[in-house]
């Protein structure tokens, strides 16, 4: 006779709880299905409304520090404080309600900072909430933009009087330009992150039928002309090209398409119009396909009519800038209208891309999870 005990064994479950159990996990699957089938891709995050709202207010607000940039470069005020970050060694400089050049470099300052305190809020919040890591990924990418732009907006004061050998502009002038590129390159992301954060992006009704591959790619297209356009048209802006070719839209007072001479600002401004009108071109394209696309929702086709609307205020903006020799109001509302158009474009192209990037990104998050868990 032994003296170990027998070994104890769970007592079985009884039908009525092991019905209930299953139950309770087939409802569990099926609300986890309905979720996911409303959203169209599997593992979308529901609605987060404060957050969303957040990355909507930055993507606002971007233009109201676009336009101050660019009035302040256009009323030449860059350099109405030769100091930084303080004005004449103030938060509060005297006499900058009154003076409009000290005012706009003033108001350029203090809308930075409001946007980089909106982006760092935004950063953090979506790396403690949010679950898709593209979006994660994208407020780190807006915050470091917003540092660097700061950084170099900074440096421009602080080195204009630095000279750079066999140029006409200083290094802290040259800084102008990388810090205009990148604004293009900030509003961008912050529409990115508003557009993958807003209820029509997580809510999006199962079942509708995705943009096609051509609607995508001709989008992508368009996008990538926009910032090679908005790029040639900063290199003209600070290197005061603006004007090189005096007439519109020929490129002489004897109506000849091709400039009479060439010297590298004429060439800046002529690469501007050519590629306004390569735009012009792939623009319309891009709205056509919209509209006829089975794809398209009513929000992307009224989209579209917004994006030739800027289009054709855009071209009118650009020819009064020639014909009012850059009056300053008329080439802020260029520069604030181009960088609208390039935004309107990229949403619409989000929009176009929203499938693909949410299936790659929870095939990678599945992925993940797989390989930790294995």
């Not at 900058?96 to 909106?118: D, K």
């Not at 330009?177 to 390159?185: E, F, K, N, R, S």
Request: glycine share 8%; charged share 15%.
């Amino acid at each position: 006779m032994s003296d170990r005990n027998p070994p104890q064994t769970e007592p079985p479950m009884s039908k009525a709880a092991s019905l209930a159990s299953a139950r309770k996990g087939g409802e569990a699957l099926s609300t986890t299905a309905a979720r996911r089938q409303k959203n169209g891709v599997c593992g979308l995050p529901k609605y987060n409304a404060p957050l969303a709202w957040v990355a909507a207010l930055g993507a606002a607000w971007v233009f109201v520090l676009v336009a101050l940039g660019a009035f302040t470069t256009s009323i030449g005020a860059g350099m109405i404080f030769p100091d930084w970050p303080l004005s004449n060694g103030s938060i509060n400089p005297e006499g900058w309600l009154q003076n409009i050049a000290m005012f706009a470099e003033h108001s350029h300052r203090l809308s930075g900072m409001v946007m980089g305190l909106i982006t760092i809020t935004l950063a953090v919040w979506l790396w403690r909430s949010e679950e898709r890591a593209w979006l994660r990924r994208a407020g780190w990418a807006a915050l470091a933009i917003v540092i660097i732009q700061g950084i170099i907006g900074g440096k421009r004061v602080l080195l204009d009087s630095l000279s750079v050998p066999g140029f006409e502009m200083t290094y802290g002038q040259m800084l102008r330009i990388p810090h205009g590129i990148l604004a293009q390159v900030y509003v961008c992301l912050l529409i990115a992150i508003a557009a993958g954060l807003s209820r029509g992006w997580v809510e999006r009704a199962a079942g509708r039928l995705p943009p096609s591959a051509g609607l995508r790619r001709t989008g992508a297209l368009c996008v990538g002309l926009l910032l090679v356009q908005l790029t040639v048209a900063a290199s003209m802006r600070h290197n005061f090209a603006g004007l090189a070719i005096p007439t519109f839209p020929y490129s002489t007072a004897a109506n000849d398409l091709l400039p009479a001479s060439w010297d590298y600002r004429i060439a800046l401004n002529f690469a501007h119009r050519a590629i306004a009108a390569l735009l012009g071109v792939a623009l319309l394209w891009f709205a056509a396909k919209l509209w006829r696309e089975r794809g398209a929702t009513l929000v992307m086709r009224c989209g579209a009519s917004l994006m030739i609307a800027l289009l054709v205020f855009q071209i009118m903006l650009g020819a009064h800038v020639i014909w009012q020799l850059r009056e300053p109001h008329v080439t802020t509302g260029h520069v604030v209208c181009g960088a609208l158009l390039l935004a309107t474009t990229f949403w619409l192209t989000c929009l176009a891309y929203r499938d693909v990037i949410e299936t790659a990104s929870n095939a990678r998050s599945e992925s993940r999870k797989q390989a930790h868990t294995s």
